[in-house]
């Protein structure tokens, strides 16, 4: 297998997109030539990245790993996390490296994969190893993903037991759970649709995220004067209309590919050396905190430094996006330790 650090062509709106940002921050790109799947087949993978706050390698690294439809602009005037990460903030710009890759396929990069029927989290999570590799990072300080990208944090970890001195799951699991199964099960019928599949499983998608007293009380049963329909309905056609605009259905297939296809053996997780922080969320629908706190509980019959954490928010799996200040108060004593 060969690494190299090349460029890719960026088309349509993703380059106009990428024009916009500011260049500080730009995507990076590093060409893994004939990388070995699990399955046994061998693909060229482009993985894309950027780097925020100090130069790698000249201060603590933090991974990050960006959830379904996120990317590698995890800080910054659009950043998806802007609110955890940045200066003064717990993962602080003037303390830390901050790395994010993109899932190769994710299309934030222009790049998609044209078969993406045998990729898992497994092979995911090896491909970002070979990013560190490439760029000469050993150990990291913490490695942090919510959602899909915390799963893809336990494969790396299981797979390479001493990378990191901090692990920082939330609102994620090391397994497909048979309920999380059956959510993307609907998801996969749903991007099956002839008409506006994208945004079907968008909809549905938002029903697993959020809550029905999340729902409820923001809505309160109110409709839209002018359109005449119920306020919720308006606004889960506008989470369904601008995934549409911004996300591809091929992306959006694979990476509801990749969430039924977490398996990290059971028997594993204790060899990770990682300090542990799990974090769950109260009424999580899509990784219920029950299923964390069994993982917890596992992981403490082989570990000592494991610690579970649970933000309570009436708002679900969307509460890793939205209850900032609770997160903050977790983290803090992580990321500015003595």
């Given at each position: ?10 088309f ?145 970890l ?35 649709s ?26 309160k ?22 995934l ?76 890793f ?18």
């Open positions: 297998m060969q690494i190299t650090l090349t460029n890719f062509p960026f349509g709106s993703i380059f106009d997109f990428y024009l916009k940002r500011k260049l500080r921050n730009p995507l990076q790109h590093i060409a893994i030539h004939q990388h070995q799947l699990t399955s046994g087949r061998k693909l060229d993978i482009n993985l894309s990245y950027q780097t925020f706050g100090q130069d790698l390698l000249s201060a603590p690294i933090v991974l990050i790993n960006h959830a379904l439809t996120g990317n590698s602009g995890v800080c910054g005037d659009n950043g998806w996390w802007n609110r955890l990460v940045g200066e003064t903030l717990p993962v602080d710009l003037h303390r830390f490296a901050i790395l994010c890759f993109n899932i190769p396929g994710n299309g934030y990069d222009g790049v998609f994969i044209a078969d993406t029927s045998d990729i898992t989290t497994k092979d995911i999570a090896s491909i970002f190893l070979e990013g560190l590799k490439f760029l000469k990072i050993e150990k990291l300080f913490a490695l942090i993903g919510g959602s899909i990208g915390g799963s893809i944090g336990w494969e790396m299981v797979q390479q037991h001493s990378l990191a001195k901090y692990f920082i799951p939330i609102a994620t699991d090391f397994k497909t759970s048979d309920w999380l199964h059956s959510q993307c099960l609907v998801q996969k019928f749903l991007l099956e002839e008409k506006k599949p994208l945004e079907k499983a968008r909809i549905h998608a938002m029903l697993c995220y959020r809550t029905p007293e999340s729902i409820n009380f923001r809505f049963n109110e409709n839209d004067a002018e359109k005449q329909i119920r306020k919720s309905e308006c606004w889960l056609n506008f989470h369904g209309k601008t549409n605009e911004r996300f591809s259905l091929q992306a959006y297939r694979f990476m509801n590919h990749l969430l039924m296809n977490i398996g990290v053996p059971e028997v594993e997780i204790k060899y990770i050396n990682a300090e542990i922080h799990l974090i769950a969320i109260d009424t999580d629908l899509f990784f219920p905190a029950f299923e964390i706190k069994r993982s917890f509980d596992l992981l403490q019959e082989n570990k000592q430094n494991v610690y579970y954490h649970e933000l309570k928010s009436i708002h679900g799996h969307d509460a996006l939205m209850e900032y200040e609770q997160l903050n108060q977790i983290l803090k004593p992580i990321f500015y330790e003595k």
